[in-house]
């Protein structure tokens, strides 16, 4: 059976600091893994997709199979990253999505 | 706005009662989900639409859960005789045929429909 892991609830750095949010997966298939994020008072969504191999907002992810983790890394936290994180994998012919359970990011001053 | 929306948006019940929740999808998107989602937890999948032909269901969907998408376009999830345990933020997403543009995988949710059942 799939499942996704993020270790931390709460993450909490100074703004201008790196971020690293953690995510490892377990899938006996081909993975396909992405990053939802939730903005206060707003609806989950896309920030990447490992597919894509793109930059957004500052945050890239880099799918290591050999380690089943999809780490999202951005390396100078804003204010307006404070958000809830999510990491999704992709399954089966319907792609269904596995969530972690997410990881609360904070940037302070 | 062209997103994924979802009525009602809130949803008060008493124990025992039925209670249905409608998702309108995004208009060119033939694959719909429903997922689940309770504090602390991220989303849990219930079941998966292709056009109207339900394809996948969770082991989460009990029998009293039903959901339907009768011409390909919304869908709608009803519960029957909803307990304490059902309450939750029920959320609807969408996503485009497979063939569209190489295979867009990604999945737009709507706003949810919380629930509460008293």
């Known amino acids: 059976a799939q499942r996704v892991t993020q270790p931390e609830k709460l993450l909490s750095v100074f703004k201008g600091a790196p971020v690293e949010l953690k995510c490892n997966y377990s899938y006996s298939g081909s993975p396909e893994l992405f990053w939802y994020v939730q903005y206060s008072r707003q609806r989950l969504q896309l920030l990447l997709r490992h597919i894509s191999r793109e930059s957004i907002k500052g945050f890239t992810a880099d799918l290591n199979k050999g380690e089943t983790s999809f780490h999202l890394k951005k390396p100078f936290a804003q204010e307006e990253d404070s958000a809830m994180y999510y990491c999704a994998l992709g399954t089966g012919t319907a792609s269904k999505l596995t969530f972690g359970t997410g990881t609360r990011l904070q940037v302070t001053l | 706005d062209t997103g994924v929306s979802q009525n009602p948006r809130h949803k008060i019940t008493k124990r025992g009662q039925n209670v249905t929740f409608r998702c309108d999808p995004i208009?060119?998107?033939?694959?719909l989900y429903w997922y689940r989602q309770t504090l602390g937890q991220g989303p849990e999948f219930l079941t998966y639409?292709?056009?109207?032909?339900?394809?996948?269901k969770s082991r989460l969907l009990s029998d009293r859960f039903s959901a339907e998408r009768p011409k390909g376009s919304f869908s709608t999830l009803e519960i029957q005789r909803t307990e304490q345990g059902d309450s939750a933020m029920y959320l609807c997403?969408?996503?485009?045929?497979?063939?569209?543009?190489?295979?867009?995988?990604?999945?737009?949710f709507g706003p949810g429909t919380r629930l509460l059942v008293l």
């Open positions: 997403a969408s996503s485009p045929p497979r063939w569209t543009g190489g295979a867009d995988e990604t999945q737009y």
């Open positions: 208009s060119e998107h033939n694959r």
């Open positions: 639409f292709q056009n109207e032909a339900q394809l996948e």
